[in-house]
């Protein structure tokens, strides 16, 4: 009971500066989403392309991105690349996890375009349509729809994974703990209150991306 | 209308098509059978290059084709395929089935691709359908809207690989029923199918592939009162 209470003081105390942090996730969050989404779907039709040189780009970079710690990226694009440019925490921070996420949203394009029953390929030539008109008409419309569920998975893993960037001193939501359990004294209520912010948004988001789903199977069966 | 001359077809070591010469006029509607593994499928693919030939030459209307140099989506748009599972497009209503080719393709205007995909699906007996997405349909429905689409695209030529074998029996008749009216309207047909009352009563030739050739080529009349061969006989006697 007297956690309960402490818990609800750190609450009162921290929100106004929390509810700004969270601004700030949210943001770096929506960049490396559309970042990602982008990378990702560059990288999944180079995957599937008949080029070699196309598959062989993008094997080395989903092998080199999903191969090293997220964190080493951040560190690499904020301190390791000055002398080509100088980025901001933010923009460092965001274009970081935009890469990262690329790697791993290429591969869940990459397998739900390929998982299309090949008959649908087959039924759009066999009508005359070019290998592009039947990927844009035919098989990516169906093969996006399929990606939403790890889609949105890999979102979910993108808001928690924001918090990484603490560590070039984006003055995110985990940052903000940290400085506040730092002058505080209550590392205990501090970081249970950050946990919950983030619960929060997880379910929000699991929320929307259920009535996105549901609309989508009331529309089409 | 379609000419195949000595075509040669191998997947990896094996070859399942051994040199086949066949010629389908215009109007003509030719039934393909044989047991499985014959190499009839094959064919109808080979006809519409969804499968390269190793060997020969395919003729479509007089021009031979060119899989290095023509460019193959123009050539498929001139010859129509049914297919056994169908292949409808799931994200997409019957009437957007139908108009999807037409359009995107031959960029025909909508109100033009919507006036024709109508009139064909009246054609097929689905107009009440046009609104409804294919996972309501069923499979004898399904096949109906496919021979539309393909209609839709004004083929010069229509395959079918085997429209019937993937239905519940109580379904084959209305397939059958517009496949027989498509004919009868002087439309150019290659048919896969082990239905042989279709190839009876509908066929103006009737062909057996036996091991990748042609080993009977005849009328129905000729081929299931009178064939020559023997292993045609034995098919027969194994269909009826």
Known sequence: ?221 | MLKGTNIHKSFGDLEVLKGIDLEVAPSEVVVLVGVSGSGKSTLLRCFNFLEYINEGTIEIDGHVVDPKKDKLSKIRAEVGMVFQHFNLFPHMTVLENVIEAPMIVKNMKKADAVALAEQLLEKVGLSDKANVYPSKLSGGQKQRVAIARSLAMEPKVLLFDEPTSALDPELVGEVLAVMQQLAQEGMTMVVVTHEMKFAKEVADRVIMLDEGVIIESADPVTFFENPSHDRTKQFIQLVD
């Not at chain 1, 969050?29 to 990702?40: C, D, E, K, Q, S």
């Open chain 1, 1 to 221: 009971m007297e956690l309960l209470k402490t818990v609800f003081d750190v609450f009162l105390q921290t929100y106004p500066g929390f509810l700004k942090a969270t601004l700030i996730t949210l943001q770096i969050t929506a960049v490396a989403l559309v970042l990602g989404t982008i990378l990702g779907l560059i990288f999944a039709l180079m995957k599937i392309s008949r080029s070699k040189v196309l598959q062989t780009i993008a094997n080395f970079y989903i092998t080199i991105i999903r191969g090293t710690p997220l964190i080493v990226q951040i560190m690499f694009l904020y301190f390791g690349i000055t002398a080509l440019v100088v980025l901001s925490g933010f923009w460092a921070g965001a274009i970081a996890l935009g890469i990262h996420n690329g790697a791993y949203i290429a591969e869940i394009f990459r397998g739900a375009i390929q998982g299309i029953d090949k008959g649908q390929r087959e039924a759009s030539s066999s009508l005359g349509m070019t290998r592009a008109q039947s990927m844009r008409r035919i098989i990516f419309p169906q093969a996006l729809k399929r990606s939403i569920p790890p889609l949105g998975n890999q979102f979910i893993i993108t808001l928690k994974d924001s918090s990484l960037v603490y560590i070039i001193s984006v003055p995110e939501l985990f940052a903000m703990a940290n400085r506040e359990a730092a002058q505080n004294w209550k590392s205990l209520e501090t970081y249970l209150v950050v946990g919950a912010y983030y619960l929060v948004l997880v379910m929000i988001f699991t929320y929307l991306l259920k009535l996105y789903e549901n609309k989508l199977n009331v529309d089409k069966s």
